[in-house]
């Protein structure tokens, strides 16, 4: 079955402490974003790569890294979290940029910091 | 700067009854209009999508119109149903571009 599996689902954490949410795709897609979700405000994307070892900032990058060493794997980072990053988390992935390319989104990793 | 601007916000509509959902953008480049729904607890899914080649777009009970001079798009659904009940995001990009743009959402309640 061709999946985003995303992990943790629920996290609730506090402020400074590292988290990483896993990210990973069997499609052997070369496109993988994060995204994150909040009232009001939609869908917004952190980092996106375009393939290994290829990443680029989106629209709300600050507070978060990511890595692409595996094509399935795309992690997400918050070296230090506060609580601004409290939100829902969807990582994505899909064939390419060309228009026309379905983007699959995993099923969200709710993120609370306090 | 929103470059798809999305309404209404919220809709609530009676079983049977048709629900439209409205997006506009300001990009001339887009060239690919999809939309996606997302039910409670689960990542948005791909629903229909449509290209600015053609005006009308049909799946089933869901419709997109497309008005390329006006660059507005809407989503049609027809005979609703309570398990429509989801969030809608119209979205938008161009070929070659890493950068898919979703509207605010719209979350549509229909009632039995």
């Known amino acids: 079955e061709a999946q985003v599996t995303q992990n943790p689902r629920y996290l609730i954490t506090v402020t400074g402490k590292k988290l990483t949410v896993t990210c990973s795709q069997n499609?052997?897609?070369?496109?993988m974003s994060w995204y994150r979700q909040d009232p009001g405000l939609g869908l917004r994307q952190i980092y996106y790569?375009?393939?290994?070892?290829?990443?680029d900032k989106g629209d709300v990058p600050e507070g978060y890294k990511v890595s692409r060493k595996e094509k399935r794997n795309f992690p997400l980072i918050l070296e230090s979290p506060s609580p601004n990053q409290t939100s829902l988390y969807f990582c994505?992935?899909?064939?390419?940029?060309?228009?026309?390319?379905?983007?699959?989104f995993g099923e969200g990793s709710w993120l609370t910091v306090v | 700067q929103q470059q798809v601007k999305q309404s209404p916000q919220s809709l609530i509509v009676q079983k049977g009854g048709i629900s439209i959902i409205n997006c506009a953008y300001e990009?001339?480049?887009?060239?690919?209009f999809p939309w996606y729904q997302q039910f409670p607890g689960k990542g948005p899914a791909l629903l229909i999508a449509?290209?600015?080649?053609?005006s009308e777009k049909k799946e089933g009970r869901f419709t997109i119109s497309f008005n390329k001079s006006a660059k507005q798009f809407s989503l049609h659904i027809m005979d609703s149903q309570p398990g429509d009940s989801a969030t809608y995001f119209c979205?938008?990009?161009?070929?070659?571009?890493?950068?898919?743009?979703f509207g605010k959402g719209m979350k549509l309640t229909v009632n039995p």
């Open positions: 990009n001339t480049a887009f060239d690919y």
């Open positions: 979205a938008a990009t161009q070929g070659g571009s890493e950068k898919l743009v």
């Open positions: 790569s375009m393939n290994v070892e290829v990443t």
């Open positions: 994505a992935s899909s064939f390419g940029t060309s228009s026309g390319n379905t983007i699959y």
């Open positions: 499609m052997n897609h070369e496109y």
């Open positions: 449509i290209r600015p080649d053609v």
